[in-house]
Structure formats: C-alpha cells, structure tokens
C-alpha cells in the first residue's frame, strides 16, 4: 500500500514536471519564433527597431546575435549614409533670467491715510515684494505619453540648482548610488540618472563611469585630451551638450558634466538632421534646456506592457515640442528613473529594484 502510494506521488511530481518543462519550452519557441519574424520578416523598419532596442541594452544585445552577422548588425546601427555633422551651439538662444534681491536700501515713501481716497495703491516701491517662488511653482512635472511608451518631464524654471551628484569615489573597487541615495547624500529635492559606466552584461557596480566625469569645475573621470559626447552644466547655467574634450569643457567653464549621448537637439533643431536619430524602444533619460534658462528632464518609461519605451527621435520631438533649444540623450535602460521629494515618478525597468549609478542630475532645494 505504501509502495503504490509513493509510485502515485512520484507519478504526480513527474508529470507536473513534465507539464511545465513543456510550458516553458513552448514560450521560448514562441519569442523565438516572433524574433526570428521581426529579424527575417518582411518589415526593414521591425527588423531595425528589434535590433537597436536589444543592442542599446547591457544583457540582452546578444538577441541579435542570435540571428544575425556583425556585419549585419554593424549595418543597420551604423548605416553608410547616417552620418552628420552636429552644428556648434549658439549659446546666445539661451537668455537665464537674473535673480536681483529687492532694494530696500531707500526709506520707503508712505502715504498717509487719506479719508477720500481708501483704497489708493501704495507707490511701487513700498509695496511687499512677492515672496520667493516655492518648490511647487518652480518646478513643474509635466505627464509625456506617446503610442508606445509614457513618461516624466521635470522642468525646473532655475537652471543654477541643477547639478551632477556622483559617489564618494571612482575606480574598480568603488560603487556608485542609486538616484535616491544620492538624492539624500546631497539633500536635494530631487533627481534622475545621468552619464553612463562600464556595466558587463548588466552587472556593473556604477563605480566606473563611461567618459567624462565633472564635479565643481574638476575632472573626476576621463582624459584631458579625450573626445567625449556630455551634458555640462557651466557656473550660469547654460546647458553645453555634444562632442567636446575634457580640456575644451573645462576652458569653456563647465562645472558639472557627465557622458553618453548622442546630442538630441542643436540650437533649437533635431541634431539627427534629414537623417534622424534612430534608435530602438528602450526607457530613456535626457536632458535639455529651453531658450529662458529653464532645464528639462525627461525621463520615459519602457520594457513593459504599459510602456516599450521611446526612441532617440522620439525624445528629440518631445524636447523640442517642449521649447528646447538644447537638448542630449543621457544613459538609459535599467538605470532611467526620476525622483521627486521621495516620490518616484517613474518605473524602473531593472528587475532586482533600484539600479545603482555612476552619475545623476539633481535639483537643489530651493531655499539654497
């Protein structure tokens, strides 16, 4: 009796090992089956999304390799004829207002009370100035959808309390933050991610940034002499974005800067010209600035049923729809999220949390 009633449950454990060993083999033949579709179909467009999509990624760029050659590959991310060339930026489009304290040096004129005339308005200059704009005025977060993915897009009317936050230090034995942690090192109000690091199969540590790292006007990160794409913020301000060396961004004042790319927008133009950006759907992060000083941070959700993600043309229309006149693509994938006075904005798409980071974007306080 006992022996027929382990023979049952072994029977039972076996099928039902069966059964699911079945169930998986069937879902892999069919994403299989469905990426050999989009790679061999007959659409060119399906076959270049799926393969920018999975090779813009640091764990699943082998995909493509699965069906196609390098120099396949090598064909449809880097075609013969997308070349261009990126146009120096007009740093005059961008007029940052002045913060002036109110004078008070002057005795104020008063009025006295006049029985006549009771509601007679006090002279200008003895009127109570307007109080300092609160968090919620000067910053606006605006909700970005589009027909494959959604989004954030923070604006913060004063571009001198954005900055690049970065770690307590660099190299192979170091490690980055997360968006948040960094948040609460610097005690801002809020963040996004920012430049990329050295990430092997979607492993790295954040503590080897890829490229330039900026801090406070010294390089942290990166050759003087090297040639790198960057978003750099300089003491006014101002917004540089594209291709420069360390040296040049350093000459030119920049005192906060990290590396990815490519330039999204050049003097209030798509930087992809009659060529385009390209790109495939993945979740994205930029950052670019409008012709009143005003930063913009984009961050887009993706890899999900309620958001594949945005290409690298899609964020370049959305900036420039939003006024800027400057604009560049920051890392993306796992590591774009956006946060807000503990809040986050946005999903991330790394499947074990909050992805740790090289580099973020923050916004100070605003009472600093």
Known sequence: MRKAKKSTITTLLLRALLSITTVIALILLLAYGTMWILVNGPSETARRLFVLSVKETSAGGFLAD??????????????????????????????????VPPDTSDTAVTIPPDADTPDRPLPADTQTPPASPSEESSIEVLDITGSTYNGKLMIISDPKRVFVGVPDSY?????????????????????????????????????????????????????????????????????????????HALDIGVQYAASYGPALVINGKSAGGKWGLGGGL?????????????????????????SLGATLDDLASIMLANGAVNATNLDGGSSSLMIMDGEYLTTSAYLFGERVVATTILVRKNDE
């Not at 990126?86 to 740093?91: A, F, G, P, T």
């Open 66 to 99: 699965i069906y196609l050659s390098d120099d396949e590959i090598k064909a449809i991310i880097t075609p013969d004829d997308a070349a261009h060339e990126e146009d120096d930026q007009d740093l005059s489009l961008i007029v940052v207002p002045e913060t």
């Open 171 to 247: 190299g192979e034995n170091s490690h980055g933050l997360t968006v948040a942690a960094m948040i609460k090192k610097y005690d801002c109000v809020a963040g996004t991610n920012a430049g990329g690091f050295h990430d092997p199969n979607g492993k790295g540590t954040g503590g080897i940034p890829d490229g330039i790292v900026i801090y406070e006007g010294e390089l942290l990160w990166g050759d003087l002499n090297g040639g790198y794409n960057l978003a750099g913020l300089d003491g006014n301000g101002i917004l540089h974005v594209g291709y420069m060396t360390a040296q």
């Open 282 to 306: 993945n979740p994205r992060t930029a950052i670019g600035q409008r012709a009143d000083g005003a930063i913009l941070l984009l961050v887009i959700n993706g890899r999900s049923v309620e």
